[in-house]
């Protein structure tokens, strides 16, 4: 069982649509961080949020961090190509560390 | 700035063999993490070093992979003896501490590994 869990696995798309992927946990997080990952490279951050409610916007992609910080989600607006790839959550416990722990990952895929 | 360095990018070895790899993350950087990655699935921590101390090994399988942080710098990560499910891309990352807490994971191009 991982300690986040995203939905979904797999999603594939038009061009165009907009779409919603969420990652949620029953532990409490001081940070949340999201990942895109292409095939062969590592993951490259896209975007940290650190309040509860906070809301982050980068250019289509919408972030948003669960009032309780316990989960939070990734919404894309008209999609398109470029933004196929394997979307990763990842969350930091303040009191373990400061681990950096993944979720599964949601592997999009935005067809033209 | 250099990125993360990973070598090898690729290995592949039988069963029972031993293999490393090497990490040299970006310079100033105190927490290093080594991650594997199954295909199809998110990184799973496998150990996660601050300096050269410890902190979280627990996902680590000790009775065959360890780990070192030469001081504090460079890394390394050995399998002895290596199984089949042990296939996976290893990832390094490192990251700055501020204000006493990690910030962004800068990922290396990892180190795929397949066992026959």
């Known amino acids: 069982t991982q300690l986040l869990e995203q939905s979904p696995q797999f999603l594939s798309i038009q061009e165009g649509e907009n779409l919603t992927v969420y990652c949620n946990s029953s532990?409490?997080?001081?940070?949340l961080q999201w990942y895109r990952q292409e095939p062969g490279e590592g993951p490259v951050l896209l975007v940290t949020?650190?309040?509860?409610?906070e809301v982050k916007k980068l250019k289509r992609l919408t972030f948003q961090f669960g009032d309780a910080r316990k989960d939070s989600s990734l919404h894309i607006t008209a999609a398109q190509p470029g933004d196929t790839g394997l979307y990763l959550c990842a969350g930091v416990k303040k009191n373990a560390g400061n681990m950096l722990t993944f979720g599964g990952g949601t592997r999009l895929m935005v067809k033209p | 700035e250099a990125g993360v360095a990973q070598s090898p990018r690729y290995k592949i070895i039988e069963k029972r063999q031993s293999v490393a790899f090497w990490c040299n993350p970006i310079?100033?950087?105190?927490?290093l993490y080594w991650y594997q990655q199954i295909l199809g699935q998110g990184p799973k921590l496998l150990i996660q070093f601050q300096n050269n101390g410890v902190v979280d090994d627990s996902q680590l399988p000790k009775d065959r992979f360890s780990a070192e942080r030469l001081k504090g710098v460079d890394s390394t990560l050995k399998i002895q003896p290596a199984k089949l499910e042990d296939s996976a891309v290893y990832l390094c990352?490192?990251?700055?501490?501020?204000?006493?807490?990690?910030?962004?994971?800068?990922f290396g191009q990892g180190t795929r590994l397949t066992v026959v």
């Open positions: 990352a490192s990251s700055p501490l501020r204000g006493g807490k990690n910030t962004e994971a800068f």
């Open positions: 532990s409490v997080f001081s940070s």
């Open positions: 949020v650190v309040t509860g409610g």
């Open positions: 310079s100033g950087h105190a927490t």
